[in-house]
């Protein structure tokens, strides 16, 4: 038997072997296929496909669409070892020049900086860097470089730190998330080092070199967080302590970049640092989703969790309990932001404010009934649909005035 198919880093499944059956993609992060490159053995994902796959014919006939995996190879099928289990290499035809060297480096460190984080990082930043501009011409000079000197720390900082937390927690991957690069053999450790290091290295540079004594500040708050998060040593690795797991995704996503940009974008442009309501509002709404994020995060990890100690809240209360806790607590968000709308003097804002987060949390409600807190491939697609919802909070941010 020999099948050819194609990888790209946006997968969601698992290659399948069913005995007589032939081989069936499954949408969960619970399946295992092996990848051989040359004398090394690591796992990949696949994305789901609802049809089986028959062993005896191609693999485009029997499926609607191209099944690929997590990284752009071309990979070919030559062996099945067991009910759950392929035996997969790189097609023979398929020599890697430098370019393709460079692609397969590149998706990997997406895949390793967590692109939907990054990018919830430059919404953020782009969105609060808006908030002290009061004309036109604010738009200055003055404000792109301050705006460029809030980003390149602050995403940095948070590529950093979920590359550390990677470095630390690979055998735990293994089991949770055998689709990350350390895990899967894309970067090698010695990579993983060099990479998380030279990032520590530039967030901090550029804190120091921006002149900026609030965005110094909050780039060395959000580094000392996410490093305290992960590493382990005495009272630190605050991931595996609940309650400091949830003040670590407070302090990275609320507490400091809100404060910490909207001060600094004030100092660029050369304004008298003075707190707004627009600040006060996201600081705090942000920081209770953040914390929210950082419990439902650790629900479909529990397997991987409990075999090795970490307590997390799901562990301890169960992922149906920790799931509705933190449901509840999104929605006394939400009316928190529909009361503070309310209260402004300005028509449209209120108008927009109110309707908009009472939008949002009917979609987060509709969203949450459909989950099954148990599946984690339910879960983990819940986790990236509450990111969804912090794209548009940046958005309605603004009329909340």
């Not at 399946?31 to 049809?51: I, L, P, T, Y």
């Not at 921006?210 to 965005?215: A, E, G, K, V």
């Not at 967080?225 to 005495?234: F, K, N």
């Not at 999104?330 to 503070?340: P, R, S």
């Amino acid at each position: 038997m020999a099948q050819t198919i194609m990888h790209s880093r946006l997968s969601s499944g698992f290659l399948h072997l069913q005995r007589d059956k032939g081989f069936r993609t499954l949408p969960t992060q619970r399946r295992h296929a092996k990848v051989v490159n040359g004398d090394q053995e690591f796992a990949f994902r696949v994305v789901s496909c609802d049809k089986n796959l028959d062993s005896t014919k191609n693999f485009s006939g029997s499926c609607e669409k191209p099944i690929r995996t997590h990284t752009n190879k071309l990979l070919q099928t030559i062996s099945a070892t067991s009910d759950r289990e392929a035996i997969i290499q790189p097609k023979d035809d398929y020599e890697a020049p430098w370019q393709n060297t460079l692609r397969r480096k590149w998706d990997a460190f997406c895949t390793f900086g967590r692109p939907y984080s990054a990018i919830c990082t430059i919404i953020g930043i782009s969105s609060v860097s808006l908030l002290p501009l009061t004309s036109v011409k604010d738009f200055s000079a003055p404000y792109f470089v301050g705006l460029l000197q809030a980003l390149i720390p602050f995403l940095c900082a948070n590529i950093y730190t979920s590359g550390i937390n990677q470095l630390v927690d690979v055998d735990i991957d293994k089991i949770n998330k055998p689709y990350l690069p350390l895990v899967s053999g894309e970067f090698s450790l010695g990579e993983g080092r060099a990479i998380v290091s030279a990032l520590a290295f530039m967030c901090l540079a550029v804190g120091i070199l921006s002149h900026s004594t609030p965005l110094f500040v909050g780039v060395l708050v959000y580094f000392l967080i996410g490093t305290a998060y992960s590493v382990e040593l005495p009272l630190l690795r605050w991931k595996t302590k609940p309650a400091m797991a949830a003040f670590s995704m407070a302090g990275l996503m609320g507490l400091t970049i809100q404060p910490a940009v909207f001060y600094h974008i004030q100092n660029a442009l050369g304004k008298p640092m003075v707190f707004s309501k627009t600040v006060a509002f996201a600081t705090i709404f942000f920081s209770v989703f953040a914390a929210v994020l950082g419990a439902i995060k650790d629900v479909p990890d529990v397997e991987g969790d409990t075999a090795f100690g970490n307590r997390t809240f799901s562990v301890r209360y169960g992922q149906e309990k920790v799931f509705s806790v933190c449901l509840n607590i999104l929605l006394l968000a939400y009316g928190f932001a529909v009361v503070v709308g309310a209260s402004s003097s300005f028509l449209l804002c209120k108008i927009v404010s109110v309707m908009g987060h009472t939008t949002l949390a009917s979609l987060l409600l509709l969203r949450a009934k459909s989950t099954n807190p148990k599946d984690p491939e339910s879960t983990q697609s819940f986790y990236m649909f509450l990111f969804k919802l912090l794209y548009a909070e940046y958005v309605l941010i603004h009329f909340m005035r």
